[in-house]
């Protein structure tokens, strides 16, 4: 089992720590996966996330990479990133992850650690023999994330007071050189920061003991789930998956309007017709009647007993104080208000189909 | 005194055949934050090992089991208001049930509270 380079910070601040995607993480610490939450949308958390995989690609690829990883990069300007999705030739999402142009030639990528592997290969294989593929696996990422993160981050890089959404810029500070962007996974404004595997845990204690540690606090897997689901945002893995295409998934806005219109690009085919045709299943917001959460694997029926789908995602949200689900549902009854019932150990939940995102966004757009 | 199940539950005699029944610390600190608990039907006949109540977490839901037979007396009301009373105060304010035991010799099964401490550490 992998441990990142914040493990032995983890254990010192009481971390529950389980395998995820090969490395030793916490689920929680002390608070609690509800306090670690509430406290995330009120003040600011610090995420460990050094499992995900971060590359650069460096030379003349803007060409190559858009054929796999739906974005137009002659569009994707210095210091900006995108969310994208890289897609198989049956049209399938083999990950979603963030592209950004750090240079004018230099792609910067941040991708989930459970496909890291699978992408670079993809990746690799895309680009032409010009071009450089480099994986950091010395750098650590944290996720600072909350209406209050960019007060706490901007004690050490004050430029990052209103940096732009979607923006990344490479600083220095004590001598070493922190990579931040403003994005995240949990709905709040917040940034992703990576940085040298070394100065980590020292950065991050500097970080939690601001205001007296009141601040900046640790939060866990656990909390990091239960904010992407309120914030209505796919997990790979359970929302997407290879066999599940961005139209079904709701990720038609990160298709640019004009690869439509040429299809040049790897699963253009089966997109094109879905996109045309609209698709068999689609990803909604579920809202199921009481207190009984409805979890990952859930059958949905009709009141007929007819399959109309299954939860790929599911949980109690903090914010609401009630349960919120996600799954896909068969076109003609996947419609906003409709209502569907969810299988819950023999039991039967009747779950109102709603609008994502459960808690609005608060971006700094 | 308490005594104790392999399934970490606790059992405390309120008055001659009359227990009340909650899980252990241990048990809600493995399980995390409490978000509701399905209690049964007060009245109704269990069996020592039956499916009792149903606690769901953040995590999971995890099934808890009559630890002995009996009729449930009552229910502790206040849980579907505050489910949270089950982390804050497992052996106390967050009882689950109360049960008129069938049959006292059942309690002679059970763990006292250091054998069910011992339990505990040797399965970690």
Known sequence: MKKTPLHSLHQELGGKMVTFADYALPVQYKSGLIGEHLHTRKAASLFDVSHMGQISISGDADQ??????????????????????????????????????????????????SRKEVDIAVLQKAIPSSCQLTQYSNLALIALQGP???????????????????????????????????TGYTGEDGFEVSMPAEVAIDFCK???????????????????????????????????????????????????????????????????????????????????????????????????NEVLGEVTSGGFSPSLQAPIAMGYVKKGFAGLGKQVIANVRGKEIVCEIVKLPFVKHNYKK | ???????????????????????????????GDVVMVELPEVKIQVSAGDNMAVIESVKAASDVYAPVSGSIASVNEQLSNDPTLINASAEKDGWLVEIQLDNKSELDELMNKASYKEFVAKNE
Not at chain 1, 77 to 104: L, M, P
Not at chain 1, 151 to 172: D, E, K, N, R
Not at chain 1, 251 to 276: D, H, M, V, Y
């Open chain 1, 64 to 113: 190559a990479l858009a054929y796999v990883i739906l974005t137009d990069f002659s569009q994707l300007k210095v210091g900006w990133g995108k969310y994208s999705v890289i897609t198989n030739e049956q049209g399938g999402i083999v990950d979603d992850c963030i592209v950004a142009r750090d240079q004018a030639q230099v792609i910067f990528i941040v991708l989930n650690a």
């Open chain 1, 206 to 304: 500097s970080l939690l003991s601001l205001e007296g540690g009141e601040l900046v606090k640790p939060a866990g897997l656990g909390a990091r789930d239960s904010l992407r689901l309120e914030a209505g945002l796919a997990l790979y893995g359970q929302d997407l998956t290879e066999q599940i295409s961005p139209i079904e998934a709701g990720l038609l806005w990160t298709i640019p309007k004009n690869f439509r219109e040429t299809g040049n690009f790897c699963g253009a085919q089966n997109i094109s017709q879905q996109i045309a045709e609209k698709p068999n299943k689609k990803l909604v917001g579920l809202k199921p009647e009481g207190r009984v959460p409805v979890r990952q694997g859930a059958p949905l029926i009709s009141s007929e």
């Open chain 2, 1 to 31: 005194m308490k005594k104790y199940t392999k399934d970490h539950e606790w059992l405390e005699q309120v008055e001659g055949t009359l227990y009340k029944v909650g899980i252990t610390d241990y048990a809600q600190d493995q399980l």
């Open chain 1, 148 to 182: 209050q993160a960019e007060q706490a981050l901007a004690h050490f890089f004050p430029q990052v007071t209103g940096m732009p959404f979607m923006t990344a810029i490479w600083s220095a500070y004590q001598n070493h050189q922190f990579r931040i962007s403003r």
